[in-house]
């Protein structure tokens, strides 16, 4: 079965520090790989994609992920974290189906102290 | 404006009670989704639409009903609402294609009580 997993609910780095928010998965196929962040009280904001070509993806916010098909891994990170990136973060696969559906995970908190 | 829009924002309902909600987009995308979100489950899939004339379930569709108005229209409706419903309700579009990311609406917080 299809499934996305984030083995951390919660995630503590200092501000200045770099992050990491893991993220793995089992798709049968080709996955198309998603980051989303939820700040208190908003709904989901995309982050950043992997579809095809470089392993490494750029996003919003100065955040990138890295593609490891042997791993079946996308980690998010950043190299210096902000206060201001404290939030909930979700990772999210597809594939190349007919269904196009997305599956989340069951997000990371990521808590950036000053 | 925002692209996607959610009505209402919150709702306190009892037991047994008829609730919909109700979704608009002024992004133009055929493909309409309503999620719950339970804390440490993540969001999970209710019912998704890919255009007006199609309709279909998700993971969680029990005790759930949808209506796809227009394109740019998507409600949702519990028929007859129980305490384990209660749960943040987003509404999310995209385009064509898995390799498209999802626009999400704000929420509704939902309290059955």
């Known amino acids: 079965a299809q499934s996305v997993a984030q083995p951390e609910d919660q995630v503590n780095v200092a501000e200045g520090n770099p992050l990491t928010v893991k993220c793995t998965y089992s798709?049968?196929?080709?996955?198309?790989l998603f980051w989303y962040v939820q700040y208190p009280n908003r709904g989901l904001q995309f982050l950043l994609k992997y579809i095809t070509g470089d392993n490494l993806v750029k996003g919003s916010y100065g955040f990138e992920a890295e593609f490891n098909k042997s791993q079946t891994s996308f980690h998010l990170k950043k190299p210096s974290a902000l206060v201001s990136d404290s939030a909930l973060y979700f990772c999210?696969?597809?594939?190349?189906?007919?269904?196009?559906?997305?599956?989340f995970g069951t997000g990371t908190r990521l808590q950036v102290f000053p | 404006d925002a692209d996607v829009t959610q009505t209402p924002r919150n709702r306190i309902t009892k037991t047994g009670k008829r609730i919909m909600l109700e979704c608009s987009q002024t992004k133009g995308h055929d493909r309409m989704y309503w999620y719950r979100q339970d804390p440490g489950l993540g969001l999970r899939l209710i019912y998704y639409s890919f255009d007006v004339k199609d309709i279909n379930k998700g993971e969680i569709s029990d005790g759930y009903s949808v209506s796809r108005q227009a394109q740019a229209k998507f409600s949702l409706s519990l028929e007859s609402a129980i305490p384990n419903q209660t749960a943040l309700y987003f509404c999310a579009t995209s385009d064509l294609g898995a390799n498209n990311e999802q626009f999400f609406g704000p929420g509704t917080r939902l309290t059955v009580l």
């Open positions: 999210a696969v597809s594939w190349a189906r007919i269904t196009d559906k997305l599956i």
């Open positions: 798709v049968s196929g080709n996955p198309y």
